[in-house]
């Protein structure tokens, strides 16, 4: 018995200590994980590309334009009758050999040096009055403005020259060196889109030819001398200075002044046209459009004091008449090409050219009798004879003689 009880408690002891064992097994925990080994992979490659510098934009193209300029279109009875085709005055016949330079420039002007009083009693000098069709033909062979301010504004008085406007805003023309109202003398100026490069336009004129302005329309027509009813000698300067300072107030790229000045008849400029350019210029004006003498003056670009480059034609003569003196029968398109650098802001004529032209006069009693000519077509033309061709030739040399053979558009690329 007693052996038994021995054994039983040996047994359960031996128990207890296998449990005690699993216990502290149990304690103990997990063994650990194996070491994981480096990927061979260089961690680098997975990383992003460092940022990069964006590329400098890339500047702004300048803009480039055109602006084509014509000078007097007169309508002397010869050209009024001679236009008349039967159903109206067809001044497109006329003036054609111009129209492609016309058509091609971004814009055109020319100086319309009559009045639209209204018919039937049209007239020639020394009382201009043509009819409407002009102002229609004018836009039909896509000029866009009209100087209005010029010695024969007031040659059918202040309804003349009132009627005059009425009929270039129904033809879709602008204008500008006249007034109905105060309030347009006041706007003295218009502002055109030539080709994205804006353009403030003014106009004046010298003298009115001896006719005084309506004391009951003042505002009417800009005279820019004082005494235009005398000597001519002596400039508006405070006016002209206030106009130009208005113009430089609108912001635009650009001022031109087509100006009715200089002595008739001379193919140079005198001192007074000269001094006029100076002030024009140094008060702001950047494009300077001279008309008046009937026959051709010189043009050129200059550097101005304060850096700015300025552009002055002191006339082209007729753009039509029926004029045959010496050097009245010749004219030319002038093209200027105006630049606009639109990094700076800065605009101005950077080159120019012209396409010279000559008045045909084929005599009394032939039909049609005036026919605006382009002188290179016309040189190689068949039907032109020997005769022509020396007038040709003729009005060739005078335009290099005057204007210079470096701008001639034909002759070779414009400087």
Not at 156 to 170: F, I, M, P, Q
């Amino acid at each position: 018995m007693k052996q038994r009880f021995s054994a039983l408690l040996a047994g359960l002891l031996a128990l207890c200590l296998c449990a005690c064992g699993q216990g502290v097994a149990a304690d103990a925990g997990p063994e650990p994980a194996a070491p994981v080994q480096a990927s061979a992979v260089d961690v680098r490659e997975e990383l992003p590309p460092p940022a990069q510098e964006p590329p400098e934009p890339e500047p702004p193209e300048p803009t480039v334009a055109t602006l084509a300029v014509c000078g007097d279109a007169m309508s002397h009875m010869p050209i009024t009758n001679d236009a008349w085709n039967g159903e109206k005055y067809d001044y497109v016949r006329v003036m054609n050999g111009a129209k492609a330079y016309v058509e091609d420039a971004d814009y055109a002007v020319v100086n319309l040096e009559t009045t639209f009083a209204g018919g039937p009693k049209y007239s020639g000098y020394p009382a201009f009055n043509s009819p409407d069709d002009m102002a229609y033909g004018l836009k039909e062979l896509g000029f866009d403005l009209c100087l209005t301010a010029n010695n024969h504004s007031l040659d059918k008085g202040w309804a003349g020259l009132s009627r005059t406007l009425d009929v270039l805003d129904e033809a879709g023309l602008a204008h500008v060196g006249t007034s109905r109202t105060q309030e347009e003398r006041d706007n003295n100026f218009v502002v055109a889109d030539v080709g994205g490069i804006s353009v403030a336009f003014l106009g004046y004129t010298y003298g009115t030819n001896g006719i005084p302005v309506s004391k009951d329309h003042p505002y009417c027509i800009n005279v820019f001398n004082t005494d235009y009813l005398s000597s001519l000698r002596t400039p508006d300067k405070e006016r002209l200075a206030a106009d130009l300072e208005q113009a430089k107030a609108a912001g635009t790229d650009l001022i031109a002044v087509m100006i009715h000045w200089g002595v008739e008849y001379q193919i140079k400029q005198n001192a007074y046209q000269e001094e006029m350019a100076d002030f024009l210029f140094a008060n702001g004006a950047d494009i300077i459009l001279g008309g008046h003498s009937h026959v051709p003056q010189p043009m050129e670009i200059r550097t101005l004091e304060d850096g700015r480059q300025g552009f002055v034609c002191y006339s082209l003569g007729n753009f039509i008449s029926s004029q045959n003196d010496e050097y009245t029968d010749t004219t030319a398109v002038l093209t200027l090409e105006l630049t606009r650098d639109n990094v700076t802001g800065t605009a101005q004529v950077s080159g120019y050219s012209y396409a010279p032209m000559y008045m045909l006069d084929r005599e009394a009693g032939a039909k049609p009798r005036f026919q605006l000519l382009d002188v290179y077509q016309a040189l190689v033309s068949e039907e032109t004879g020997q005769s022509l061709s020396k007038r040709l030739s003729k009005a060739l040399e005078d335009c290099h003689k005057i204007f210079g053979a470096d701008h001639d558009g034909k002759a070779q690329p414009a400087q």
